[in-house]
């Protein structure tokens, strides 16, 4: 899938989602040649060159997963915080409805048993 690019080559990418939800994507595209710099004759330093050009790549390559795993956390982290409020909404809301349905159920019991008592008075 990939081949060297000249000077002016322009290339377009097209990522579709089939889905409904919105996803995130992260491309990043480095265009340069480090086979570049022995162009010419051999010098004694060539080989501290390449060593410190992997060493330049293995390092940029360290920081970009660093940079996808911190954005990765971020976002999980956000949707387990919502997921929390939700479930925190919920509980309080069925908590306050039984307490409301006890509280009803109490009134009833004391209306129906408290009528009994005063018409048995003769009220």
């Keep these: 899938m990939f081949r060297a690019a000249g000077s002016n080559d322009i290339y377009k990418f097209c990522i579709k989602n089939g889905n409904i939800m919105m996803k995130s994507v992260m491309v990043n595209v480095r265009s340069h040649d480090p086979t570049e710099q022995g162009v010419g004759p051999y010098k004694p330093m060539e080989p501290i060159k390449k060593t410190i050009i992997r060493l330049s790549e293995s390092l940029h390559s360290i920081k970009e997963e660093q940079h996808y795993l911190r954005t990765?956390?971020?976002?999980?982290?956000?949707?387990?915080?919502?997921?929390?409020?939700?479930?925190?909404?919920?509980?309080?809301?069925?908590?306050?409805?039984?307490?409301?349905?006890?509280?009803?159920?109490?009134?009833?019991?004391?209306?129906?048993?408290?009528?009994?008592?005063?018409?048995?008075?003769?009220?």
């Design 72 to 123: 990765r956390e971020r976002i999980h982290r956000d949707t387990a915080e919502d997921t929390f409020e939700r479930i925190m909404f919920w509980s309080v809301l069925a908590c306050v409805m039984l307490i409301a349905m006890g509280v009803g159920q109490l009134w009833y019991y004391h209306s129906l048993f408290g009528s009994t008592s005063s018409r048995s008075r003769g009220v």
